[in-house]
Structures are given as C-alpha cells and as structure tokens.
C-alpha cells in the first residue's frame, strides 16, 4: 500500500484541512508520480478508510522490522515484505 | 406512632436480613473452589448479560443453592449441548431461581439419563458437525432428551453408510469436497454418502472404505453400485426414522410459536426431503426395490443414476446386486486379450455377475507363462486376427466398454500426476494440516451482492465514516491528559472531536468486545497506575508491584493452567520494542496468553475505530486503570510496536493450536457477514501468515466459516480498488451509521444478512455464527476467552430470535 501521509510529508492524525491543503500545495509533477493520492486523500470517506489501513500497514511494517518475528521465518503467503517495501514512498512501482 | 416506629424496625430487619443474605452469598461463592465459580461464572455471565445485575445474583445464589443441595452436579456433568437443551428447553419454565426451572431443569436430568450418550467414535469432525447441526432443532426447541436420542439416531443412521478414506487426497480437494456436500446434505448420512459418491467422482476409481462399525469394508469398484443402493436404503431409513422420532415425542413437541419456527427445519421435513437434494426420490425408490439376479445389471446401474442424479465415473464397472455381490468371486481378467475381457464382460453382464477392476490394474493369476520366442509371432498374429474379428462383431456397448478399459489408465496418469503438481505447494502453504475448520452448509450459494434495498436497510450514506475525526497523539502523557480538560485536549487535537455520528459511538455489534473485561474485573485485581517509561530490569518472576490479591489470583491460575497451554508456553526470551512489552513481563506469567489475545482483540476492534465516545477521555486522564483498561489504552494509542511485541510473544510462546484458535476467536468475535472491512481483511491476512496459517487456509476457513469467500487483498491505497466496491458495501463497513439504525436493522446486520433475506437464512447465517462461536472451537484458550465467545453467541441468538418473531 502507497504511503500517502509520507509523500506529503504529514502525520498520519494531522487533521482533513492540513492534509487537503497539503495535497493543494503539491506541485503537478509531484501529483504526476502519485496517480491516485489526489483522488484518495480528497475523498473523505476513502480517505477515512485508507487511514485506518494505513494504521495497520505501519503495525505490520514494525511486526516485519521485529527480530523476534523474523527470526523464525514467518509464513509470507501475501508478500508482506514486497507490501512493506512499497510502503516506503521511494518505492512506486510493485503492484499487489 | 408507634405503627411509624414498628415499620421502620420491621424495615431495619429486613435491610439486615437482606445484608447478611448477600454476605452468605459472596462467602460461599468465594468458598468454593475455582473450578466451581468459573462454572457458575460461565452460566451465570449470560444471564447478567442478558438481564442485567440482579438476575445474576439470583443466578449465582440459584447455583449455589443447587450446588447446597447436591443437584446441580448433575447438570455441571453434562456436556456444554446437552447443558445447553436443557436449559433452552427449561428457559420460559421461569427464572433460573425459580423452582418451576428448577422442576424443569430435574425432569430433563431424569429423561436424559434413559438414554445414552451418543458414541462418536467413528464419526469425523465434519461430520459431527452434521449430526449436530441436523439436531439443532430438537437441541434448541425440543429438550435434552430428544437431542440425544436424534444424535443416536443420526450417529447410528451415519455409521450403517460406509465411510470413503480420503485421507489421501490434498487439503483443498478434501475442503471442497466437504463444502460441497455440506451444502447438499441435510444429515450426516446423507453428508457421507456425498463424500463417498463425489470422491469417487474425484479420484476416479472407487474409494478404499474405512472401517464402520465392527465390520471393515474392503470394497471392489464392482460394489460401489451396490453400496449406493445400500446408502439410499439408509436414507429412506433416516427419514423413517425422523418421522418415528417426531411422533414418538409428543410431550417435547414444541410450542406453536416454535413449530412455525421449524416449519422450515430438518426435523419438520418429511421423509422424502430428507434425500438428498439431487436426488430423485422415485428412483431411489426404485434402487430400493429388490433386483433380480438375472437382472441385467445395465438395469441396474442405469437406476442408481437416476437416483443419486450424478454422473458416477465407474462406467466401466458393470453393476450387481447386493445379492449377488455376496454370492459372487472377484473375476480376473486376462492381460492378452482385451477381446477375451470383452467376452467375459458381456457373459458376465448376462448372468448378472460382477467383473473386477480393468485388466491393466490387476494382477494376473491365470496369465499366461511367458511364450518362447517362435511362439510369440504365429501367437500374436492369432490374437491380432482374432481381435479383428470381434470388434467387427462389436456392438455398441462392446465399443463402449473398451473405450472405457483404454481411457482408465490415462485417467489415472493424468489425476496421479495432477496430484503430484498439486501436493507440493498445498503442502508449502498449510502449515497446520491439523487445521480442521468445520463446514457449513450453503455456502456457495449466497450472493455477495444485492443491489435493491440496501440503502433502505444501512442509511444515508452520508451518515457514513466521518472526517479524519480521531486526532490522537501518539504517545500523550498521562500527565498532560489529565491536566487538560476535555475542550482544551480537542483544541490541542489530543481527544477526537464528538460528531453527531459520533454521539451514537458505541459498536452494538461489538458487545461482546466492550465487555471483554467483565469477568475479569469482577474481582478486585487492580495494577499500579501506567508507567510510561518501562522498567529498567523487569522481572518476570519477582512481581514487584503484585498485591497479594494479585499474587493470590496468579497462583490461582497458574494451578488452573490447561496442558495445552502449558505446552505452548515456553520461556520467551523477546527484545521488547515497547513498553507493551516491559508492562507484560510485570504481568502474571500465566495471564500473559489472556492479555495478549485481548490485545489483538482490541486492536482489531479498535482499528475500525468501534469504541464508546468517551472512552478515550476516560483512559486518557484516569490515573488508576485495570490492567484490561491499561490494554485499551495502549491500543487506542495506535502504538504499532505493542502490537508487534504482541506477536512476537505469540509466535514464540503459543502453540498453534492457540495461534489457530486466537484468530478463530476474533473472527468469532468481530467479523460479520458480507461485511469485513478492509482493515479487518487486511489484519485477517496479515494474521493468518503470522500464525503460520497462510492465505490458502485462510480463506478455506473464512468461506467455512462465513458462507462466502473473503474479499481479495483491500487497497484502499487505489482509485481502482474504490470504483469496484459499491455503496451498499462500503455502508456495510460503518458499525457507527448502523448503532444508530432501529433494533431490527441491527440485528439484521449482526447476523450479516443481505436486505431481502428470508427466514432460512436467518436460521442458516445463524448457526453458521453459532458454529463459529461454540466452545469447542476455544478449547486451547483459556475460560475467559471461551466466555466472550459464548456471550457473542448470545448476541446471535438474540438476533435470529427477533428476526424470527419468536419471544422467550
């Protein structure tokens, strides 16, 4: 899942007129990169649920950065790492 | 004056009797051993739930009182199901104090022991859940006795059907065998029957039966059409059988409001329904007719198509009777000839006797010796002239026959290699083959979507989510918290801001979750307030800031501790990342499962923001929580590294029964039908490949659990993903909107039903829910656990007997 609140550079709690003033403020080539951020972060129901999964992307993204998982090789039938590492903003490409 | 003076000491004595009454009460209850008033918790939880303080403190002294006089042992005795018809049937007899309940719950005690305990040792899990559920009626309306006499009924009706071993077929085939004829059977003979008929269809050969009974049953492929007859002869005797056992019973009929109930039940279906759905009954009727010997067995086998309306592979089988099966030696075919077989069928087909399998997969007793070499030609020239010859005498079932003899093997190649392709993954991906969810009925055949009504039924759609309204800081400080009011912390964006939406906060589809900490916070455990910063050296062992109540209850449940549990707990040695972590290690050892698990529950609860309005206010500025609470706060704080200690403390210390079991507690818990949000899917997925569970069995499981599959992976990240959810969909996710909708509204949701559902799929998403909650589903978590399950099985109950119209 794209990590919408670090493209912008804004926490994930910063309240709705920060975030759309946020998306206002970035430049079309910037937007150009993030096909769908306009259109999630501007929608207030989209972006309500995209906040709540967000939550639980960084929840998984520690479990996977936690030694006392990885240590035992978890079962990764989704391709969490992948999920994870798309998280990161410099990553755009993997599709999932 | 002095009347004044009389009622106010008459008064005082009875204020007095009533304190030393309630003083009695709580010192016996403490009196008793621990077992005991878990019982009594376990029983007496619902009714407090359901009916509030006082009804349970008639329950608990209605238990005590039993227990005084010595009868309540023999209901603790019973199993959980034949507890639980005793009391659905005992339950409008009155209060449980009552002695008309009472009365009630001693004449079933006083049936039931007539009749004996149903055997089930010859029946698998799937299909114990088959028997149970086509007894569900006779459990729910019609006593316990009745209950136990229809599982012996339908025990001994499912052990006179031979059983297929289908050990050897791969998890998902064996998963969607089980869901297909879960969805067609309405017993459990019927369900077997299924088994055996559809793993013929899949593996292509008959099945090597198991051993039923007392006789174990090696069986040819000649005698499947046999045993099929056999099966539907069963069918018609369940059938005969329900019809016995309806008017044997007439003082456990029930009442007319649940007659109409049943009206659409498996106990009310007369004899012929009772056949499976794809099944003619006038050709089972025929196939129960006796057949001749000289019968042509083409007859024969064209009638157990027309009974069973599917398609059974075995063509090349030619079908007898049961007569002569047992009068009748396996023949042999000879390898050389295929024209030879070809004769020895048709004579055989004539006399109506049986031939064994294909030449190619027998061994050949009366082959010929091998020929010299000068023998080989002139004798292979006379075979091949002699093989001409027949098959321009061939007719067209000759034709047939040999067609089927030559396709056999390549059958068999091509299904033994389409094994081997698929066992290997299968295998990569079930970690747990132990993994045996149960299946349900219908499951493929419930629509995910329906288009009319929804927005009637679920809201304005605008009423849905709100804004970004939760604006938590991270990690607050307590201090800060409580030194700001309510209107400053808003201002600071520290506490949500209250919408309307939001005034109607609490989740009533999440009962079982706000109440999670009930039982346990009846006793008078309290932890020092919160610390922020962890200890330095934390102790597991010492419990430095254990009371001696604490440091009691510690021991108490360490006494308490199942085996499983013993065996999955192991000394962990976990490099906390957050003060989750530190704050567990201060927790009883043997709690540390218990409050593990309740975090999760509360994470994933607490992900779609399901919690009271006030919550956070209040775990926010309090400065003296319980334990239960202090979790709360830790997963309302979002702190994503207590959530990643919880699972490194799972993964390393639960056994996978636990791991299994503690997901199947929170989908018990938390997840509806046709409405898992995405941060429930995602956490679902995420869940099952930390618990080394896997997609593949995930979704087996959820599609068994739930009656369809779970959505694909949600990304909400994606424009895409967005245009393919439709409103009705998206409005289903928001429990907040349906809190505030009417009572029926809710509890059509509760049971996840879609808007125009009739009164079958109440009772099916109903016992699907039950199903999901029974207890045996827990057994390798702890009692408290168990307990929630059991409350969120009320939830259901509730909601089926609103819909249904029936009031107890």
């Known amino acids: ?96 | 004056m002095q009347q004044l003076h009389f009622m106010r000491s008459l008064l005082s004595g009875l204020l007095l009797l009533a304190a030393s009454s309630v003083t009695a009460q709580s010192l016996s209850l403490d009196s008793l051993p621990q077992e005991s008033q878990d019982e009594i918790s376990r029983i007496c939880l619902p009714v407090q739930f359901r009916e509030g303080a006082g009804a349970y403190r008639n329950c608990v002294q209605a238990e005590l009182d039993l227990r005084t006089s010595g009868q309540s042992n023999e209901l603790a005795k019973l199993s959980f199901d034949d507890k639980y018809a005793v009391q659905q049937a005992c339950a409008k007899a009155g209060g449980q104090s009552s002695t008309a309940y009472q009365n009630c719950v001693n004449e079933q005690i006083s049936e039931l022991k007539n009749i004996s305990a149903p055997v089930f040792d010859n029946v698998s899990e799937d299909e114990l859940y088959m028997v149970q559920q086509t007894c569900f009626d006779a459990q729910s309306k019609q006593g316990a006795a009745s209950y136990r006499q229809c599982l012996n009924t339908q025990v001994q009706s499912l052990t006179a059907v031979p059983a297929a071993d289908t050990s050897k077929l791969n998890m998902l085939k064996k998963n969607a065998l089980q869901l297909r004829c879960s969805a067609n059977a309405t017993t459990a003979a019927e369900y077997r029957q299924c088994i055996v008929v559809e793993f013929e269809s899949i593996a292509g050969v008959a099945p090597n039966f198991v051993s039923v009974g007392t006789a174990t049953q090696v069986v040819r492929t000649s005698e499947v059409p046999a045993r099929k007859s056999l099966v539907n002869e069963t069918v018609a005797k369940i059938a005969e059988t329900k019809i016995a056992t309806e008017q044997t019973a007439p003082s456990q009929k029930p009442e007319p409001i649940a007659q109409s109930d049943s009206a659409k039940s498996e106990t009310s279906t007369p004899a012929v329904m009772a056949l499976p759905r794809n099944i003619n009954p006038q050709a089972a009727s025929k196939t129960n007719a006796p057949i001749a010997l000289d019968q042509p067995s083409v007859v024969a086998k064209n009638t157990l198509r027309d009974a069973t309306g599917d398609n059974p592979d075995t063509t090349t089988t030619l079908a007898s009777t049961p007569t002569a099966l047992n009068n009748v030696q396996p023949r042999v075919i000879s390898k050389p000839g295929l024209v030879e077989a070809v004769k020895q069928q048709q004579r055989a087909e004539a006399q109506g006797i049986d031939i064994e399998e294909p030449a190619s997969t027998t061994t050949n007793a009366d082959s010929p010796k091998a020929s010299t070499g000068s023998e080989i030609m002139p004798r292979l020239s006379e075979l091949w002239q002699k093989f001409l010859d027949s098959l321009a005498s061939l007719d067209s079932l000759g034709w047939l026959i040999i067609a089927g003899v030559l396709a056999l093997p390549a059958l068999l190649l091509g299904i033994f290699s389409l094994v081997r392709r698929t066992k290997q993954p299968v295998e990569q991906s079930i970690h747990n083959t132990a993994l045996t969810d149960r299946i349900e009925p219908g499951m493929h055949t419930r629509k995910l979507r329906h288009e009319r009504e929804a927005a009637e039924l679920f809201g304005d759609p605008e009423n849905a989510i709100q804004n970004d309204q939760p604006a938590l800081h991270e990690h607050p400080t307590p201090q800060a918290l409580s030194n700001a009011s309510p209107s400053d912390a808003a201002n600071q964006n520290v506490m949500p801001t209250q919408t309307g939406a939001d005034q109607h906060d609490i989740d009533s589809e999440h009962d079982a979750v706000t109440r999670i900490a009930m039982k346990s916070e009846q006793p008078v455990a309290r932890v020092k307030p919160l610390e922020q910063t962890p200890p330095e050296s934390p102790s597991p062992e010492s419990h430095p800031s254990e009371s001696p109540i604490e440091q009691a209850m510690r021991q108490s449940a360490t006494n308490g501790v199942s085996a499983d549990q013993s065996r999955g707990r192991r000394q962990s040695n976990i490099a906390w990342q957050s003060a989750f972590g530190h704050w567990l290690t201060q927790q009883p050892e043997s709690d540390h499962m218990e409050l593990c698990i309740e975090f999760l529950i509360y994470w994933v609860a607490y992900g779609d923001e399901r919690y009271e309005p006030d919550l956070k206010k209040r775990l926010f500025t309090a400065n003296d929580l319980n334990k239960h609470d202090q979790i709360k706060r830790w997963v309302l704080k979002q702190d994503v590294f207590a959530f990643s200690d919880v699972i490194g403390w799972l993964r390393t210390n639960a056994s996978q029964t636990q791991l299994d079991q503690s997901l199947s507690l929170i989908m018990a818990l938390l997840i509806t039908e046709n409405s898992v949000t995405p941060v429930q899917n995602t956490l679902l997925r995420f869940l099952s490949d930390a618990f080394n569970i896997g997609k593949d069995q995930l979704e087996s499981r959820f599609e068994a659990a739930y009656g369809h599959t779970l959505p694909p992976m949600p990304r909400p990240d994606k424009q895409a993903w967005w245009d393919k959810q439709d409103q009705q969909t998206i409005q289903r996710w928001n429990s907040r909107a349906m809190a505030s909708r009417p009572e029926r509204d809710q509890m059509i949701a509760r049971l996840g039903l879609l808007p125009d559902f009739d009164e079958s799929q109440v009772i099916n998403a109903f016992r699907r829910a039950a199903r999901r909650c029974h207890p045996d589903r827990f057994t390798a978590l702890g009692e408290r656990e168990r307990a929630l399950a059991e409350q969120r099985f009320i939830t259901f109950e509730q909601a089926r007997d609103k819909l249904l119209g029936v009031s107890v």
């Open chain 1, 1 to 96: 899942m794209r990590n919408y609140y670090e493209v912008l550079g804004i926490d994930r709690l910063t309240s709705s007129s920060t975030i759309k003033q946020s998306v206002e403020e970035m430049r079309p080539e910037e937007l150009a990169d993030e096909d769908d951020l306009q259109a999630i972060m501007s929608n207030d129901k989209w972006r309500g649920h995209y906040r709540r999964v967000h939550l639980q992307y960084d929840a998984i993204a520690a479990v996977m950065e936690n030694p006392s998982v990885t240590k035992s090789a978890p079962v990764n039938t989704h391709q969490w790492d992948k999920r994870a590492i798309e998280f990161a903003p410099e990553q755009n490409t993997i599709e999932l």
